[in-house]
């Protein structure tokens, strides 16, 4: 038994079917949450500031501030998910806290109409994904897991082709973002503004693959292999950020950032089980493995926009979003955001996003042979879409905003890395409300 239980985990580390690579996929999944108008606006805010969230695109939103705040936000997020042409759906309810700020603003008491007008500081925490959400795959005729494991005396069933099989899987997590920023005015035409993040993150997954053939043992149960695995990876890093915001014209105003890839380190655990009925039941133990002290990076972040200023009435932003994460591919997102200022003090907003995947639609996991991993599956999102709209109030003292966002994924969901995916349809709906309080 303890030479079964040597041999499969040696099998397991060399199958590494979803490897660290996959870990930093999924760490450079964003979803757009801050503020009620950020939400709003679809993010779309990177040449127009004024709002504690517009820093996560470009710091230099933070020097139009010309007075002190605090704000904070609370977002209830409810999901949908299924699978196409398959009965039955996943549900999940989500109450959050996913952004609290503090702005100081420290004037030029003699500034000229050439000078700087004032600096900005703020404090903040930001939530820029939760992993809350639960998924349920069926196949029919699909490859086996064990047709990709060498034959050897390990216990699952050899075949090249299953029956049916299922996944069941469930994440929970979290990435967090806790930044200091700084800002100026140059002549209300120049915003400068600089700032240093640290993101911390964790990623708890519980899954559950099943495949079952069309043969059976002496005794007419059908054969069988399953395979449920734990994984867990946490993790701390730092990064930097640059941004500027131009405004050449009363009505015209670009804004350009860089945040540099995070740098840290991530602790990974993974176990599981690996079960299998041939001609009796048979189990075996992959032991919990600990993988300490992997360095990381968090994805390259590069944001421009241009934003047009309707006179008193509102405003229309566009903006293109890019992101790079180590071995994976490049992901783009184009983001438009509209401001209508129908009464002075109240605005209404109205956005709609697009972002493409990480990874091309089928692309397999790299595999990564000195790291033993026993869980199988992958997901690939292969585009995300928003729409959203916000209304608000900016009194002399208090702020409240409101926000609605619909977001819908579709997403490749790989049992292991022969089978073809299960196609995962996902609607999100949120609700967003932000309270502040500013000095008049």
Not at 78 to 90: I, M, V, W
Not at 152 to 178: H, M, T, W
Not at 193 to 214: K, M
Request: proline share 4%; charged share 15%.
């Amino acid at each position: 038994m303890r030479n079964i239980r040597y041999i499969l985990t040696l099998v397991l580390g060399t199958l590494s079917l979803c490897t660290w690579s996959q870990d930093y996929a999924r760490l450079s999944e964003r979803t757009i949450m801050g503020t009620a108008r950020y939400v709003g606006m679809s993010g779309a805010m990177t040449a127009i500031g004024g709002d504690p969230s517009s820093v996560l695109d470009n710091p230099a939103g933070l020097g139009l501030y010309q007075r002190a705040e605090a704000m904070v936000t609370f977002d209830g997020t409810f999901d949908y998910t299924r699978q196409k042409g398959a009965e039955g759906r996943s549900y999940r309810g989500l109450f959050m806290c996913p952004q609290a700020s503090l702005i100081f603003h420290l004037p030029n008491f003699t500034p000229n109409a050439t000078g700087i007008q004032g600096h900005n500081f703020m404090l903040s925490y930001h939530r820029l994904q939760s992993y809350s959400r639960t998924f349920n795959g069926y196949g029919a005729n699909e490859a086996s897991l064990g047709s990709i494991m060498p034959a050897i005396n390990i216990p699952f069933y050899a075949a090249d082709q299953v029956e049916s099989n299922s996944l069941n899987l469930r994440e929970s997590g979290y990435v967090n973002k806790y930044s200091f920023n700084w800002a100026l005015n140059i002549a209300h035409k120049w915003y400068v503004g600089l700032g240093l993040h640290i993101q911390d993150f964790i990623v708890v997954s519980e899954a559950n693959y099943v495949e079952t053939f069309a043969d059976r043992n002496a005794e007419g149960a059908k054969y069988y292999n399953q395979n449920r695995s734990s994984l867990q990876f946490a993790g701390v890093g730092f990064s930097a950020s640059a941004g500027l915001i131009y405004r050449p014209l009363k009505w015209l105003r670009m804004g350009l950032s860089v945040e540099a890839p995070s740098v840290g380190n991530m602790r990974t655990y993974t176990s599981g089980t690996f079960s299998a009925l041939t001609d009796s039941l048979r189990n075996s133990y992959a032991p919990d493995l600990t993988n300490s002290d992997r360095s990381f990076h968090m994805p390259l972040h590069v944001s421009s926009s241009v934003a047009f200023q309707i006179g008193a009435y509102g405003m229309l932003s566009l903006q293109y979003d890019y992101r790079n994460q180590l071995k994976e591919t490049p992901v783009h997102s184009l983001r438009a955001g509209l401001e209508v200022i129908p009464v002075m003090g109240m605005y209404i907003n109205a956005g709609y996003a697009y972002e493409s995947t990480f990874k091309p639609a089928n692309a397999p996991v790299a595999l990564d042979p000195d790291f033993n991993r026993q869980d199988a599956y992958f997901i690939h999102p292969r585009n995300t879409q928003y729409v959203s709209a916000a209304v608000g109030y900016r009194g002399p003292n208090v702020i409240v905003q409101a926000a609605y966002q619909y977001r819908w994924q579709n997403i490749n969901l790989f049992a292991h890395e022969a089978a073809n995916p299960f196609d995962i349809h996902t609607d999100t709906h949120r609700i967003v409300v932000t309270i502040g309080w500013h000095r008049n």
